[in-house]
């Protein structure tokens, strides 16, 4: 198969939702993967506060998966705060935030590409600091990103209790 990975546009944003919990509908670990419902995560884009891509199967069209990125600006949600960023520096965080890609479509390296498209607009724009959450037990996903260079900066409860890996 060959996706195509462009970056949504508002007519995207509902079914960039809709695939998201479906996604999670089907996970067994459900810890793993903390999804925002369809109106936030519709209204987050919409609000200018989030951009997301999308893998589109190119013989059929169809939306395989999505990645979306959070500008949390100074917020208290800001994960540079979780790993004391100075304030001066808070600005130029973006939160690599939800990656979501249907079974059928796993295995073609969609999550990394989607990710890479979503650092290159993240750079664009002028962010310093790259970072996103990661369930422990989660080894696809970790060591996808620990491959394209992250790290680990530091392990905490977030999203209501939930231990996740802080990664940057």
């Known amino acids: 198969m060959t996706f195509k990975i462009t970056q949504a546009t508002p007519p995207d944003y509902p079914s960039?939702?809709?695939?998201?919990?479906?996604?999670?509908?089907?996970?067994?670990?459900?810890a793993w993967f903390a999804a925002d419902n369809s109106d936030y995560t519709v209204r987050m884009l919409e609000n200018g506060q989030g951009l997301a891509f999308k893998a589109t199967e190119q013989e059929t069209g169809v939306l395989a998966g999505i990645f979306m990125i959070v500008f949390p600006g100074l917020s208290q949600e800001n994960l540079g705060r979780d790993i004391d960023l100075?304030?001066?520096e808070l600005s130029g965080v973006v939160h690599m935030d939800s990656a979501a890609v249907l079974p059928e479509y796993r295995g073609y390296g969609l999550q990394r590409r989607l990710m890479q498209a979503a650092e290159g607009e993240a750079r664009r724009r002028g962010y310093r600091y790259l970072m996103c959450t990661i369930h422990p037990d989660n080894n696809y996903s970790k060591n996808n990103v620990l491959e394209q260079g992250y790290h680990i900066a530091a392990t905490k409860e977030k999203y209501g209790g939930f231990i996740r890996n802080i990664l940057i």
Not at 16 to 30: C, G, M, P, R, Y
């Open 16 to 30: 960039i939702a809709s695939l998201i919990q479906t996604v999670w509908n089907q996970l067994e670990q459900k």
């Open 86 to 88: 100075p304030e001066t």
